[in-house]
T-cell receptor, first 112, second 114 residues
Framework: DSGVTQTPKHLITATGQRVTLRCSPR?????VYWYQQSLDQGLQFLIQ???????AKGNILERFSAQQFPDLHSELNLSSLELGDSALYFC???????????FGSGTRLTVV | AQSVAQPEDQVNVAEGNPLTVKCTYS??????LFWYVQYPNRGLQFLLK??????LVKGSYGFEAEFNKSQTSFHLKKPSALVSDSALYFC????????????FGTGTRLQVTL
């Protein structure tokens, strides 16, 4: 157990739907990062939060949004889902902007 | 701009032989470099990192990495491979500053055979 908890582990949903992925960072970590891992794109950085504030944005689609709550857990919202959104979504946390990342085990999203 | 490159999609090595997984980097400023490993259906696990100091960094599970500034490389090594080392390995570079993020290479699949 890495200390970073992601739920759910698996999610199957239909095109056009909306889902929410949840991440609880390791105790004491203030930064949360979201990554998408797909076969053809590798690991793509989506977005970073630090202590509730958005700090960096990567290749995140407008259909996707995220937030970090006062208790530091984070949610990634994916809407108007397309087949191509099927991927593993990882959350990672670190103590600060330059600390080592600890990854959760991921949420496997399948859009059918 | 920063990037890391892993030139090999797959590396095959026999158990007991030394292994090397290659990584080159292009980052502005001082490079912060990492290696992570991913086992099937698992998240990424931290192996080691280079921030500053000794060019030879020792990490988990007997792995080490050599930072070479002149060649802009950060190759992962292990003196004697195990079948259980078979996994997907990612090199990553960290941009500095408050908006820092890890940028990953494309990954190298290591296959260790008996």
């Amino acid at each position: 157990d890495s200390g970073v908890t992601q739920t759910p582990k698996h999610l199957i949903t239909a095109t056009g739907q909306r889902v929410t992925l949840r991440c609880s960072p390791r105790s004491g970590d203030l930064s949360v990062y979201w990554y998408q891992q797909s076969l053809d794109q590798g690991l793509q950085f989506l977005i970073q939060y630090y202590n509730g504030e958005e700090r960096a944005k990567g290749n995140i689609l407008e259909r996707f949004s995220a937030q970090q709550f006062p208790d530091l857990h984070s949610e990634l919202n994916l809407s108007s889902l397309e087949l191509g959104d099927s991927a593993l979504y990882f959350c990672a946390s670190s103590m600060g902007p330059q600390g080592s990342y600890t990854f959760g085990s991921g949420t496997r999203l399948t859009v059918v | 701009a920063q990037s890391v490159a892993q030139p090999e999609d797959q590396v095959n090595v026999a158990e007991g032989n030394p292994l090397t997984v290659k990584c080159t980097y292009s980052v502005s400023g001082n490079p912060y470099l990492f290696w992570y490993v991913q086992y099937p259906n698992r998240g990424l696990q931290f192996l080691l990192k280079y921030i500053t100091g000794d060019n030879l960094v020792k990490g988990s599970y007997g792995f080490e990495a050599e930072f070479n500034k002149s060649q802009t490389s950060f190759h992962l090594k292990k003196p004697s491979a195990l079948v259980s080392d078979s996994a997907l390995y990612f090199c990553a570079g960290l941009s500095t500053g408050t908006a820092s993020k890890l940028t990953f290479g494309t990954g190298t699949r290591l296959q260790v055979t008996l």
